[in-house]
Nanobody
């Protein structure tokens, strides 16, 4: 059974940084693209960032480009999201997800349970 477990969320002041991790088990993620999404209260889940199987290509939502960095360590079966210069509007539950292909296709089939990120002003 595939499990994705996020960690690293918390409360931070505006302008601060957090690093989220997503540990995978039950699937070797090295052959799949991976992504991060987030959902704020009262809003739909939205795309944050994605990365190809080997880290050679990444995509970002416009609202986080230049502030967030997605990366992966396939040897550790782990996905990361470095978040810098955080803003109150980044407050949300952050989810990691696995794509069904090595490339960023947007066909996500497994999701973690989420980790809360709260940014105070």
């Amino acid at each position: 059974q595939v499990q994705l477990v996020e960690s690293g969320g918390g409360l931070v002041q505006a302008g601060g940084s957090l690093r989220l991790s997503c540990a995978a088990s039950g699937r070797t993620i090295s052959t799949y693209a991976m992504g991060w999404f987030r959902q704020a209260p009262g809003k739909e889940r939205e795309f944050v960032a994605a990365i190809t199987w080997n880290g050679g290509s990444t995509n970002y939502a416009g609202s986080v480009k230049g502030r967030f960095t997605i990366s992966r360590d396939n040897a550790k079966n782990t996905l990361y999201l470095q978040m810098n210069n955080l803003r109150p509007e980044d407050t949300a539950v952050y989810y990691c997800t696995s794509d069904q292909t090595p490339w960023i296709a947007g066909h996500y089939d497994y999701w973690g349970q989420g980790t809360q990120v709260t940014v105070s002003s």
